[in-house]
């Protein structure tokens, strides 16, 4: 095993262990590496596109479960926090238009449209409360 491959094992193996959710993504673009390697020193273009196609299809999928960590995440350190802060503003707007122009022997027709995407979220988290379980006898 090459000294690379044991550097990436190694930090596989600690992501792992500090945030699985990272460890798989590190797991996936590895993987991901190797094959797209493997193919385009052995494979058709057409082998490429495919292998192209699956790699963005599993990082989408992956993209998703990151989201989903990433907001059970932000409901913990919520639940625990003394205080929370929360700013949030979404403001998702489009407009579209649709003609036909006529001047004499000239016909125009125009399509249009716009569309407007604005998210932002500040979470500001002060201390931790911990609850305390007591047993009672």
């Known amino acids: 095993m090459s000294q690379k491959n044991t550097a990436i094992q190694i930090a596989q193996e600690v992501l792992n262990v500090v945030s699985p959710m990272l460890g798989r993504l590190m797991e996936i673009t590895t993987s991901s590496t190797n094959k797209t390697n493997q193919v385009a020193e052995n494979g058709t273009i057409d082998e490429l596109r495919i292998e192209a196609e699956r790699q963005d299809i599993t990082m989408r999928m ?3 479960q990151a989201k989903v960590a990433q907001e059970l ?4 350190r919520i639940e625990i926090a003394d ?4 700013e949030e503003f979404y403001d998702i707007s489009g407009s579209a238009s649709a003609g036909i122009k006529s001047d004499g022997p000239v016909i125009s027709a125009g399509v249009g449209a716009q569309g407007q995407k604005v998210t932002k979220r500040i979470f500001r988290f002060k201390g931790h409360s911990f609850v ?3 047993n009672e006898n």
């Open 73 to 76: 995440a932000l409901a913990r």
């Open 83 to 86: 205080e929370v802060e929360m």
């Open 132 to 134: 305390q379980v007591q």
């Open 62 to 64: 992956t993209e998703r």
